[in-house]
């Protein structure tokens, strides 16, 4: 059995049981698929254009910051409308061009900690509609991150989102303990080292919280993840404790490896740690600083090979007279950008066996 197999599999985004049979498949034959944060058509493209390339399926997230970048800087935020707008636009235009890629699309958004709630009460408004008119939700799963709360009201919280997520089939991803760094603004930098590593009665705590409420969420526990990219420092990944959480819940519920597990703060990581970390039943891995470099890295490489061509309309190396739309042209140095970004996300997917996992 294949992942074209799956009832109602399809090429364009999926939801509901279609997408975590997605994910239970993934973890059935050990591989995870990343999540990559974009913040633009030209990102989702590069994505697209990955999956499309290794026929395999991957996943599209949006932050909150992605999200009110894509709806336009200039635009007012105070309310987090510009980050619901944004959200709601990404999803839109991701679902309007990925079927025709040919692959699967898992739509996500990421990180939503207390003070974004609004933000995610706006996405939700959009999947209840979008539910109502289609029966499927707009997105396929949110993140609710509650991990700088104390871990009763954290597991509080997720647990009544949770109960308005289950009816319209969308799936949760939760962060209990804490990925250090800085993303998207959050800077944890700071937090002291046993909030990086959660114990396995911990994640269980979630698991024994959440399954009564509905069989669709996934755990993002922390296990000395830090995200961005540093020198080596003292914040050890342990992958290790993975396989300690799933043997754990397995004690408990009498089913072997019952968790579904998330990777954040994986950039930078060794292959084996990834490795370990699928093998422990992560299903996925986000990537955002990777990816971010290389579609920065695919303007530079761009700038230093036609410098002279890039510093005037008129006039370069061939002649002070020549022309120089067809290199300042967006369409040529986005798209260095785009084809940068690609080969990371082939790359990323290649790391995570996530390829011609549609064969
Ligand atoms: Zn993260």
């Known amino acids: 059995m294949g992942i074209w197999d799956i009832p109602g599999m399809k090429p364009g985004v999926i939801t509901g049981e279609v997408a975590w049979a997605l994910l239970e498949y993934a973890k059935k034959e050990k591989f995870a698929i990343p999540a990559f944060n974009c913040t633009s058509s030209s990102t989702v493209i590069a994505v697209l254009e990955a999956g499309k390339k290794i026929n395999s399926p991957v996943m599209i997230q949006w932050s909150e910051g992605g999200s009110a970048f894509m709806a336009g800087k200039s635009m007012d935020n105070k309310n987090k409308q510009a980050s619901i707008l944004g959200a709601v636009a990404g999803a839109q235009f991701t679902r309007a061009v990925a079927a025709a890629y040919g692959i699967p699309v898992i739509l996500h958004s990421d990180h939503c900690a207390k003070k974004l709630l609004p933000w995610f009460d706006g996405m939700l408004k959009a999947d209840k509609e979008h539910f109502d008119l289609t029966g499927e939700p707009l997105f396929s799963s949110h993140m609710l991150d509650l991990s ?19 009816p319209m ?3 949760l991803e939760m962060e209990i303990g804490i990925t250090g760094g800085i993303e998207d603004g959050v800077d944890n930098s ?7 590593y959660t114990t396995p009665e911990t994640v269980y705590s979630v698991h024994e919280k959440l399954a009564p409420i509905g069989k669709m969420f996934t755990i993002a526990a922390a296990f000395g993840n830090v995200h961005g990219v540093y020198k080596p420092g003292n914040v050890k990944l342990r992958p290790e404790l993975l396989h300690d959480y799933q043997k754990y819940a397995g004690e408990k ?17 060794l292959p084996e740690e990834i490795e370990s970390g699928v093998k422990a039943g992560v299903v996925k891995m986000n990537v955002d600083t990777d990816t971010q470099w290389a579609y920065w890295e695919g303007v530079l490489k761009f700038y230093k090979k036609y410098e002279g061509y890039l510093q005037g309309q008129i006039g370069n190396p ?33 790391m995570l066996k996530n390829k011609n996992t549609l064969a």
């Open 148 to 166: 700088e709360e104390p871990d009763d009201e954290n597991l509080a919280i997720c647990a009544e989102y949770f109960a308005k997520m289950v």
């Open 169 to 171: 089939n969308l799936i």
């Open 190 to 196: 700071a937090v002291s080292n046993d909030k990086l």
């Open 253 to 269: 519920t009498g089913k072997e490896m019952p968790l579904m597990l998330v990777f954040h703060g994986g950039s930078g990581s």
């Open 318 to 350: 061939d002649g002070e007279d020549k022309p120089n739309k067809d290199k300042y042209d967006p369409r040529k140095w986005v798209r260095e950008s785009e084809v940068s970004m690609c080969d990371r996300v082939v790359l990323q997917c290649e």
